[in-house]
């Protein structure tokens, strides 16, 4: 199978979309919206680790973290849909105060010295600087991309509601497919504009990169978002009109006691 799709990325890339879409819908169905919640937190981390990582598909160069990060597009976009708009934006805020953290603990461990006092001193060396190699980004770089994602993920939970109230509730697949494409165009024009053009105008005659390279690199990204959002309809209209009361245990944990009448009082 590792051969197989080494020589066949684009197979590998649709079959990861396809995995990261069903991991959604099977933390959904195993703990209803707290999976989702899980499902936010554990792609946004990921993708903060694949981010850089780049490669081709399609003929096209292209982020791997693209995958990870429109998936929660999708969860969030199913909260909204199941739960409301309440909790939509908590999602997002979630994922948001994991992404800082993991930024946040990952620098501070970067501040710790590799071990050079054991036979394992290359190998902690090594750990070290991969770690440094993925974390390593200017401080643009961070701030760029939360400022992106808080934006565009709480504008997409707008939209998506406000597709819905015009609809009267009808149309699932218009507010899914147009709050997140809207929103990904956003996301990408606020990250070029924050990120890049800045970055482009430093060192105007040897750039960190050109912007013209940037602007060709997030257009893919843009396209593999919209591949993406097409692809996650199915499996939103697959969970829509799941009952998930019996999952969703943490609003039956905080219930309140509902208040007992005098006479089930004296019957007791």
């Known amino acids: ?7 066949h990325q684009d197979l590998l890339w649709l079959f990861t979309v396809a995995i990261d879409l069903s991991l959604t819908l099977l933390l959904y169905r195993l703990y209803g919206k707290m999976g989702l919640y899980t499902i936010v937190i554990l792609n946004i981390m ?3 680790f694949q981010g850089p990582k780049l490669t081709v598909i399609f003929g096209w160069e292209t982020s ?4 990870l990060y429109s998936g929660i597009y999708f969860a969030t976009d199913l909260l909204s849909e199941k739960y409301g708009k309440r909790e939509g934006q908590r999602a997002v805020l979630l994922g948001f105060a994991a992404s800082v953290s993991m930024v946040m603990m ?3 461990s970067l501040l710790f010295l590799p071990s050079d006092i ?8 090594n750990v070290h600087d991969a770690i440094g190699t993925i974390f390593n980004f200017t401080p643009i770089f961070v701030f760029g991309s939360l400022l992106a994602y808080l934006i565009t ?10 597709i819905k109230e015009k609809t009267q509730g009808r149309h699932l697949w218009l507010r899914n497919n147009a709050s997140t494409i809207i929103s990904q165009a956003l996301d990408t024009v606020l990250y070029t504009v924050v990120v890049w053009w800045p970055l482009s105008m ?7 990169i050109a912007l013209q390279v940037a602007f060709q690199l997030a257009m893919v990204k843009y396209f593999f978002k919209v591949i993406i959002a097409l692809i996650d309809t199915i499996f939103i209209y697959w969970a829509r009109n799941w009952d998930m009361t019996d999952k969703d245990w943490n609003e039956s944990l905080h219930a309140r006691p509902v208040p007992q009448s005098s006479n089930e009082q004296r019957g007791q």
Do not use: E, R
């Not at 199978?1 to 020589?7: G, R």
């Not at 791997?64 to 995958?67: N, P, S």
């Not at 054991?118 to 060396?125: F, H, Q, Y």
């Open 118 to 125: 054991s036979k394992n001193a290359d190998l902690a060396k």
């Open 46 to 48: 990921l993708s903060n």
């Open 202 to 208: 430093q060192n105007y005659d040897d750039p960190m």
């Open 1 to 7: 199978m590792l051969h197989f799709f080494s020589t």
């Open 64 to 67: 791997l973290g693209v995958i």
């Open 153 to 162: 993920q709480s504008f997409d939970v707008w939209i998506f509601h406000y």
């Open 106 to 108: 990952i620098y501070i």
